[in-house]
């Protein structure tokens, strides 16, 4: 059973910076995508970044320029380099990896930046 652990959150101010990662507890293989979403009380869970099979990335307009998404398969875990944080970045930030048979989600970090 593959099990996705995210850690690196944490309380940050404004214009600070937090990595995320977010460890894989087995191989897995067939990737599709690799994601970081974020979930803001109140909020539906929205995609933050995502980083395809073919070394693509993708970014919400609102973290572009700012967020950057990264792989290191001999560790197997995904990053998210998080730069000049705001206070609407706060949220819970989970892990997502769609391969072609599963969908694996982290149990999910908490951000928080205050105003």
């Known amino acids: 059973q593959v099990r996705l652990v995210e850690s690196g959150g944490g309380l940050v101010q404004a214009g600070g910076s937090l990595r995320l990662s977010c460890a894989a507890s087995?191989?897995?293989?067939?990737?599709?995508?690799m994601d970081w979403y974020r979930q803001a009380p109140g909020k539906q869970r929205e995609l933050v970044a995502r980083l395809t099979s073919g070394s693509n990335t993708n970014y919400a307009d609102s973290v572009k320029g700012r967020f950057t998404i990264s792989r290191d398969n001999a560790k197997n875990t995904v990053y998210l380099q998080m730069n000049s944080l705001k206070p609407e970045d706060t949220a819970v930030y989970y892990c997502?990896?769609?391969?072609?048979?599963?969908?694996?989600w982290g149990q999910g970090t908490q951000v928080t930046v205050p105003s």
């Open positions: 087995g191989r897995i293989s067939s990737i599709n995508t």
């Open positions: 997502n990896i769609l391969t072609s048979s599963n969908d694996y």
